[in-house]
């Protein structure tokens, strides 16, 4: 009986009238996934043009990525430019903006991966190691300073001076990715008398990519990166530079949050470690023991276009061909072949009923509470 007056009602009301803009604006607000948008835009005309009008998509594309407004301009999807990259919903006054608003977003939204806590996927070089391989920057990439119960670390050759300065340069899990913060953990030789700890007393970071991209990635895959590589300014493009950090002689995870997000480009992180504290025999020493970069990575789908003279980015989403398409979408006009179109294609009557009941679930609770308030 419950189910025959559902799909009674569904057939001779549509909710977001019956409720009015207001309160269907708060239904909607409560999807989590930009898939779900897609859905909502799929029922019918009328829900459509809410979805578009009311800038659904922009806003829980913001909820999910508020950062992205800190670096990011504009951003360039199927030869269309959306600008200024913002939260406000006032920029577009026609239509044909609106949806190329509505398209931005949801492919961005859809695209992006969650924020995880190492970016790094490869050590690539450190500019001086004091035994190879076993006290390598590779050790690094395992959390923690100790793997099958022996140290993992990596430690600088010694030096005289404690002034010599050493650096650390990884690889990035994308050519970009949108980064918040840095965590460094100090190497303490628990294994040596007083348990010392090699750390730095400053740190900074760098971001950007190589200037011969091909040398370098072959280097990598053969192994035969070295520290000479490091050392060579002429190797590296930095297009991000952050401050100086003071390190703690502490054997924890010290976090160093930017003062904004970076939208490092180029995928390649340099870790540069200025003075040295500890002294073992005549010479001084740096040890790292992990790193990790915390951020956004940006998927290859993206590509930064221009540098804006705000010293904010264009991002263009420029799909893979072998992804864009699926069988439903593929009997569908060439002008509509996009991401978003693939998405809406795939959706069948089924996902759109079922999300429909889900939604009409969704409004009487709500009502039910409201009149549990009166």
């Not at 990011?72 to 903006?97: F, G, K, R, Y």
């Not at 006290?135 to 404690?162: C, K």
């Not at 889900?358 to 549990?372: A, F, N, P, Q, S």
Request: charged share 20%; hydrophobic share 40%; with cysteine.
């Amino acid at each position: 009986m419950i189910f025959g007056k559902i799909s009674e009602v569904k057939t001779k009301m549509d909710f977001i009238q019956w409720l009015g803009p207001d309160m269907s604006i708060k239904v909607l607000s409560y999807l989590d996934h930009p898939c779900d948008l897609v859905r909502v835009s799929s029922v019918s005309r009328s829900w459509n043009r809410f979805v578009i009008e009311n800038g659904l998509c922009k806003q829980l594309f913001f909820e999910m990525f508020p950062e992205i407004s800190d670096v990011v301009d504009s951003v360039e999807v199927d030869n269309m430019m959306i600008e200024p990259v913002t939260n406000m919903l006032d920029n577009c006054a026609n239509w044909e903006c609106l949806k190329r608003e509505h398209k931005a977003y949801a492919v961005m939204a859809f695209e992006l991966k969650p924020y995880v806590k190492n970016c790094i996927s490869k050590a690539i070089a450190a500019s001086s190691t004091n035994n190879y391989p076993e006290e390598s920057i590779v050790n690094t990439l395992e959390p923690g300073d100790r793997t099958e119960n022996r140290a993992s670390y990596w430690l600088s050759e010694g030096q005289s001076s404690p002034g010599v300065p050493e650096s650390l340069v990884y690889k990035l899990c994308s050519k970009i990715c949108l980064i918040t913060k840095i965590r460094v953990q100090p190497f303490q030789a628990y294994f040596q008398d007083g348990s010392p700890i090699y750390s730095a007393y400053t740190i900074r970071f760098r971001i950007g990519h190589p200037r011969h991209h091909i040398k370098l990635e072959s280097a990598i895959a053969h192994g035969i990166a070295t520290s000479n590589m490091v050392g060579d300014t002429t190797q590296f493009v930095w297009t991000y530079t952050s401050p100086y950090y003071q390190m703690l002689q502490e054997n924890q995870l010290q976090e160093f949050t930017l003062p904004e997000p970076a939208l490092g480009i180029g995928g390649v992180l340099l870790v540069e470690l200025r003075g040295r504290v500890q002294q073992q025999g005549l010479y001084y020493y740096i040890g790292i023991s992990h790193v990790q970069v915390v951020g956004l990575p940006i998927l290859q789908a993206f590509d930064v276009k221009t540098y804006q003279p705000s010293g904010k980015y264009t991002l263009k989403y420029c799909p893979p061909d072998n992804c864009i398409y699926s069988a439903s979408s593929s009997r569908s006009d060439s002008n509509n072949h996009s991401r978003l179109w693939s998405l809406t294609s795939s959706i069948t009557k089924l996902d759109v009923i079922l999300f429909m009941m889900h939604c009409l679930v969704l409004v009487l609770g709500i009502l039910l509470l409201m009149t549990k308030k009166l």
